[in-house]
């Protein structure tokens, strides 16, 4: 059981290149998201998805694009990278709390540390 | 909207010593709070919930709806506790899993 697992670890890219980072869950997980975290900003949501063919947007959307069309997959994709992405990317999934009433406990993957330079 | 502020970016304290990481939100309904730890070379991972009124690995945290904390404690702080602690909150409903983190406070252990 791996869990959530992010591909890559690190990347360099330069302004205006794009790229997609991966996410993949094996918990059956209807709840993924991705996050970002910078220093004194803590984790930011950027993108969320309650289930395959489902998605939305969360605090800082803007430069980023989404698609779930798997329960276990979620990528990310910066269309034109910019220095202000810079940051350690986080993806996460959890079960739907549909049944419980209460949230689930987030699971996350060890991180995408991008660098644009 | 919702936040959630952790006002010491940095704390130190000496083994065996008392600590207590900060954490107080904003939200206008009854939100679940959160305690997320970051170990060095591992995974963000959840320490506790507000819901559950656990203690785990001797830390604690209370939810006080009047002063809108939820600050977390443990008694007697232990070196292997060095890591990031992130407060969160979750407004639920609609918002379910839409965590809103604090800014994290890394706390150090020393010997």
């Known amino acids: 059981n791996a869990g959530v697992t992010q591909t890559p670890k690190f990347q360099v890219l330069k302004t205006g290149q794009s790229m997609t980072l991966q996410c993949a869950q094996d918990m059956n997980h209807e709840y993924m998201s991705w996050y970002r975290q910078d220093p004194g900003m803590g984790l930011r949501l950027i993108h969320y998805?309650?289930?395959?063919?489902?998605?939305d947007q969360g605090e800082v959307p803007n430069g980023y694009n989404v698609s779930r069309s798997t329960t276990e997959d979620f990528p990310l994709r910066l269309l034109s990278a910019a220095p202000s992405q810079t940051s350690v990317y986080f993806c996460a999934s959890s079960y739907l709390p549909v049944t419980s009433g209460k949230a689930g406990e987030l699971f996350f993957g060890e991180g995408s540390r991008l660098t644009v330079l | 909207a919702q936040r959630v502020t952790q006002p010491e970016k940095l704390l130190s304290v000496f083994k065996g010593a008392p600590v207590e990481l900060k954490c107080n939100y904003s939200y206008s309904g009854s939100p679940e709070l959160f305690w997320y730890v970051q170990y060095s070379r591992q995974r963000l991972q959840l320490l506790l919930r507000h819901i559950s009124r656990e203690s785990i690995k001797g830390f604690t945290a209370d939810l006080n709806k009047g002063e809108t904390s939820f600050h977390l404690k443990k008694p007697f702080a232990q070196e292997e506790d060095s890591a990031m602690y992130y407060c969160a909150l979750d407004a639920g409903g609609t918002s379910y899993g839409k965590l809103t983190f604090g800014q994290g406070t890394i706390l150090t252990v020393h010997p």
């Open positions: 998805s309650v289930g395959a063919g489902i998605t």
